[in-house]
């Protein structure tokens, strides 16, 4: 049992790791991030929407009836509503506002999103150490377009690069403390995914419409919104791709 607490652990570590693909900005310069942060936003949009209608959804109507998944899913997005506001309040000031709040609310859906991936990897190793693996393999291929692009609004938000680093890998480690919770307590695990699937639903949602997808329709230079526009709908694709790995 020792021996399958510390595979989680690694395994979560290792998918908690991929928030770092942001360091590979840091050989780009300044004047050319700028030019690409956009298409970032673009591709988290896409991921966010394409992993709530593609994955969540459909995973959460395993559990529940249809009309209690989409009450969760209702009620994660009014709760998301309420956060960002609360975030908005506090970030402006005389008026002024800044974007940190779109930051703040995208840290906290991602970290709910994380905490279910440890909690799923857990519940995995728990029944077989190769259905464990795999699991992780496919976890870890779902993170990749989405910590990039979790990375890009970060720092389209205002913050440096190495504190955007460092806040997603925060919010992407909480994967290793829904794994080790989901070890401790096995017997609820399912019933806790049950429960955040629809909720981190809602709230992937309400950030990609409410908040990525209106900086999005910002771009007004036709060229530069197609390329973006493309880049929303690759998000979508690769989230959809996922299915036939899954």
């Known amino acids: 049992m020792v021996n399958t607490l510390l595979a989680i652990i690694i395994a979560t570590f290792i998918a908690s790791a991929i928030s770092l693909l942001g360091i590979l900005t840091l050989l780009i310069k300044d004047k050319l991030l700028d030019k690409i942060l956009l298409a970032l936003v673009s591709l988290s949009a896409g991921t966010l929407l394409g992993g709530a209608f593609l994955h969540l959804i459909p995973e959460s109507i395993e559990y529940f009836s249809s009309e209690i998944v989409f009450l969760y899913i209702l009620i994660g997005f009014i709760l998301f509503f309420l956060m ?102 096995s017997s609820y695990t399912e019933m806790a995914i049950a429960f955040f699937l629809p909720f981190a639903a809602g709230g992937f ?24 526009f493309i880049l929303f709908l690759i998000g979508i694709v690769l989230m959809y791709g996922l299915l036939f790995i899954e």
């Open 205 to 228: 949602i309400y950030i990609a419409a409410s908040d990525l997808v209106p900086e999005i329709k910002k771009e007004m230079e036709l060229k530069k919104y197609i390329v973006n």
């Open 84 to 185: 960002e506001k609360i975030l908005h309040w506090h970030h402006c000031h005389h008026g002024k506002c800044d974007k940190h709040s779109i930051a703040h609310i995208n840290l906290v859906g991602d970290s709910v999103h994380n905490f279910i991936d440890g909690l799923i990897i857990a519940s995995s190793f728990i029944v077989d150490i190769r259905l464990g693996i795999i699991t992780t393999l496919v976890v870890i291929l779902h993170e990749v377009p989405q910590e990039l692009g979790d990375f890009g609004v970060l720092v389209y938000s205002g913050f440096t690069k190495t504190k955007a680093l460092f806040l997603n890998f925060i919010t992407a480690i909480t994967a290793v403390l829904g794994g080790i919770i989901g070890y401790f307590l």
